[in-house]
């Protein structure tokens, strides 16, 4: 099971690395907001009451913290909860 965690952790670093390395605007994919799947203090920005913004949600996969991914893998991202939503999550 911790490897499980290990390799998403891993795979959600690069995830977010990649993003953050910044191509020129022309070149960047189309990207969503996707919740339900970041690690607690890992989320974007906005994880709801409580919060206020990036890195401060208070558990792991919590469903109103959401991050930012490529358009169209949200929903393809499985975490111990579920998949990953483009809508907040209960």
Aim: glycine letters at 10%; hydrophobic letters at 40%; proline letters at 3%.
């Amino acid at each position: 099971m911790k490897s499980k965690k290990a390799f998403f952790a891993a795979s959600l670093a690069l995830s977010l690395s990649a993003l953050a390395a910044g191509a020129h605007a022309d070149d960047q994919k189309p990207t969503e907001k996707c919740f339900g799947v970041a690690l607690a203090g890992q989320n974007d920005c906005s994880a709801g009451a409580g919060t206020s913004c990036a890195a401060t949600s208070k558990v792991d996969y919590q469903g109103n913290a959401w991050i930012i991914v490529d358009k169209g893998t949200c929903t393809q991202i499985k975490t111990p909860k579920g998949f990953g939503s483009l809508q907040e999550l209960p």
